[in-house]
């Protein structure tokens, strides 16, 4: 669906593709992720986006060349 979830630290991120409505919580302070604080984070909140776009990239070049398992693993 094109949604991705990324946790860091006590921060969650919610990445959209494709969309710019991305979300981002801070977990001590809001357990079940209502109070979306991405406009208050905005330097945050990009670089989780830019590092949940680099683990999908990596999967999807690993995916491609099959290479989801380390050589050592099969």
Known sequence: NGEYILRDGDYLCKYHDGLNDSELYYLP????????IASQNKALLKKLILKTQAIIQEYNSRLIENKLIGDEER
């Open 29 to 36: 302070n809001d357990v079940n992720a209502k109070k979306n």
